[in-house]
């Protein structure tokens, strides 16, 4: 059996240390819930929080914290696909935007729907997810400004999402000048410039944090305390807000080295032999855990001499060395988690959630 445990006062404690953070520095900001996949559970401790945003990248998470809080803003934070306009439009208050043809599309469902929808038009700033052309910008929005019942409420950027581009001084600055370009042209008000997330956060605490970066958006940051310039916590937050529990299937004592004509196994992984290592033995453990639920590279141990070798579908391998702990068959063993860890736990089925108050 393996269990999944959020602690809320460890999850109170990180909120409470960013929200003093944030009103200190005039910064508005919502939590990224996408990494709890729409479990009721775990989102209804964030939203205990009192939070008064929340941003998430399925529209259906949106509609369930829409049934629980109505009065939480509700942010969709991905280009729109057509089949879900209906539905951004009645469960999000604000989207996130880069496509022209979709935004007009918005804009005649919200008119149907007699609604003001609310967007910020996300800008390329050279991480190559999603965003407008800087030299498109202008022409951009101009043709938005002209839609009826939408509403620009601010420009942003994403870093550090897919190749890894971390946030600068010099991208902040430029982002925060595309506002005042197109505020100058237009005479519109466009109150966030959102370039923060959980990445941009050391920015903040080191004071080179453009003034005009006046909004964030936090997932990884409030749920795991890292700091991704280093990969360290940040002082004074908690790294294990989620722990995962899991359970000694098996326990042997067994040769460090396979033995037998070696070819690539069913993840496509091929191994090759340290021929160091041939006659010595090990403790092994196999845990009711595998690759259905999680990448292994995305845990952390907890309790001393472990070491994760590997996993199949439905079964983690760890070494335990000489089991100087003297588990056995039956114990369980501890995890901390790495984001992407976290979340294709929390998209697990086969796994128990639980919260610990």
Same mark, same amino acid.
């Given at each position: 059996?393996?269990?999944?445990?959020?602690?809320? @006062?460890?999850?109170?404690?990180?909120?409470?240390?960013?929200?003093?953070?944030?009103?200190?520095?005039?910064?508005?900001?919502?939590?990224?819930?996408?990494?709890?996949?729409?479990?009721?559970?775990?989102?209804?401790?964030?939203?205990?929080?009192?939070?008064?945003?929340?941003?998430?990248?399925?529209? *259906?998470?949106?509609?369930?914290?829409?049934?629980?809080?109505?009065?939480?803003?509700?942010?969709?934070?991905?280009?729109?696909?057509?089949?879900?306009?209906?539905?951004?439009?009645?469960?999000?208050?604000? *989207?996130?935007?880069?496509?022209?043809?979709?935004?007009?599309?918005?804009?005649?469902?919200?008119?149907?729907?007699?609604?003001?929808?609310?967007?910020?038009?996300?800008?390329?700033?050279?991480?190559?997810?999603?965003?407008?052309?800087?030299?498109?910008?202008?022409?951009?929005?101009?043709?938005?400004?002209?839609?009826?019942?939408?509403?620009?409420?601010?420009?942003?950027?994403?870093?550090?999402?897919?190749?890894?581009?971390?946030?600068?001084?010099?991208?902040?600055?430029?982002? *925060?000048?595309?506002?005042?370009?197109?505020?100058?042209?237009?005479?519109?008000?466009?109150?966030?410039?959102?370039?923060?997330?959980?990445?941009?956060?050391?920015?903040?605490?080191?004071?080179?944090?453009?003034?005009?970066?006046?909004?964030?958006?936090?997932?990884?940051?409030?749920?795991?305390?890292? @700091?991704?310039?280093?990969?360290?916590?940040?002082?004074?937050?908690?790294?294990?807000?989620?722990?995962?529990?899991?359970?000694?299937?098996?326990?042997?004592?067994?040769?460090?080295?396979?033995?037998?004509?070696?070819?690539?196994?069913?993840?496509?992984?091929?191994?090759?032999?340290?021929?160091?290592?041939?006659?010595?033995? *090990?403790?092994?453990?196999?845990?009711?855990?595998?690759?259905?639920?999680?990448?292994?590279?995305?845990?952390?141990?907890?309790?001393?001499?472990?070491?994760?070798?590997?996993?199949?579908?439905?079964?983690?391998?760890?070494?335990?060395?000489?089991?100087?702990?003297?588990?056995?068959?039956?114990?369980?063993?501890?995890?901390?988690?790495?984001?992407?860890?976290?979340?294709?736990?929390?998209?697990?089925?086969?796994?128990?959630?639980?919260?610990?108050?």
């Amino acid at each position: 059996m393996a269990v999944l445990k959020l602690y809320h @006062n460890k999850l109170l404690h990180n909120y409470k240390h960013l929200d003093q953070v944030f009103q200190e520095h005039g910064i508005d900001w919502g939590i990224v819930t996408k990494l709890l996949c729409g479990h009721e559970l775990f989102l209804k401790e964030v939203l205990a929080l009192g939070v008064k945003e929340i941003h998430d990248s399925r529209v *259906s998470n949106l509609k369930t914290i829409k049934k629980m809080a109505p009065e939480v803003q509700t942010v969709y934070i991905k280009p729109a696909p057509k089949q879900s306009i209906p539905d951004i439009i009645k469960y999000a208050d604000v *989207s996130f935007q880069t496509e022209l043809e979709i935004i007009r599309l918005l804009s005649e469902e919200a008119v149907n729907q007699g609604r003001l929808h609310k967007i910020i038009i996300m800008i390329e700033m050279g991480d190559l997810r999603e965003g407008v052309m800087g030299e498109e910008l202008v022409d951009f929005y101009e043709k938005v400004f002209k839609l009826p019942s939408i509403s620009v409420i601010g420009l942003g950027a994403n870093f550090n999402c897919l190749h890894g581009v971390m946030p600068t001084q010099d991208k902040l600055i430029q982002l *925060s000048l595309y506002k005042q370009i197109i505020e100058t042209k237009f005479n519109r008000n466009i109150p966030w410039v959102s370039g923060g997330t959980s990445v941009t956060i050391p920015l903040l605490f080191n004071h080179q944090l453009p003034a005009g970066i006046n909004h964030f958006r936090i997932g990884e940051a409030l749920f795991f305390g890292l @700091n991704l310039f280093t990969n360290e916590t940040f002082e004074g937050m908690h790294d294990d807000v989620f722990e995962l529990f899991t359970e000694i299937i098996e326990l042997t004592e067994k040769p460090m080295i396979p033995s037998g004509i070696l070819a690539d196994n069913p993840s496509g992984e091929s191994f090759e032999i340290d021929e160091s290592l041939y006659g010595k033995t *090990s403790h092994r453990a196999i845990l009711d855990v595998g690759l259905l639920d999680i990448n292994p590279k995305f845990l952390i141990p907890k309790d001393a001499g472990i070491s994760v070798i590997g996993a199949s579908s439905d079964m983690l391998i760890v070494e335990l060395g000489d089991n100087e702990q003297n588990f056995k068959v039956g114990d369980v063993l501890r995890f901390n988690l790495r984001y992407m860890g976290a979340l294709s736990i929390l998209n697990s089925r086969y796994i128990t959630k639980e919260v610990v108050k």
